[in-house]
């Protein structure tokens, strides 16, 4: 009898090794399959635009305070650095194209140099950033 008992306990137990192994797979799957923007650190006020669109892969963001602060990667660069900044970045996330995010007080030369900056580092497209409506 006591043989019989035994064993529908060790029955009884569930085996959570596959469970376990198909978690993971899917943790591994969505984490491959996510797209992680970098932002550029902090919140510009923003013109509003009428024809204002979505940029699809965009990476990269470049913000310019209205002061004349440059951030990118959540740290400010000066302007003189933002092509060495921009070089490394693309390094490590290759895209096509740069969003500028430049606060609408922000002054036109330093936008216009930060732009000259991004062409120099090979890329042609670059996006400002606006409300919509």
Request: hydrophobic share 50%; charged share 30%.
């Amino acid at each position: 009898m006591a043989r019989k008992h035994r064993r529908e306990e060790e029955e009884a137990g569930i085996d959570m090794t596959p469970m376990l192994d198909i978690v993971f797979i899917m943790l591994i799957f969505f984490i491959v399959s996510t797209s992680f923007l970098k932002e550029a650190g902090i919140e510009v006020n923003k013109p509003k635009a009428a024809q204002a669109s979505k940029a699809k892969s965009a990476n990269i963001f470049i913000a310019i305070h209205e002061n004349g602060q440059i951030w990118m990667d959540k740290r400010m660069v000066d302007i003189e650095r933002v092509g060495a900044n921009l070089e490394k970045m693309l390094a490590e996330t290759p895209t096509e194209v740069v969003v500028i995010q430049a606060d609408k007080e922000a002054k036109h030369g330093i936008v216009v140099k930060v732009m000259d900056a991004i062409k120099a580092a090979g890329i042609d497209r670059i996006s400002i950033a606006a409300k919509d409506d």
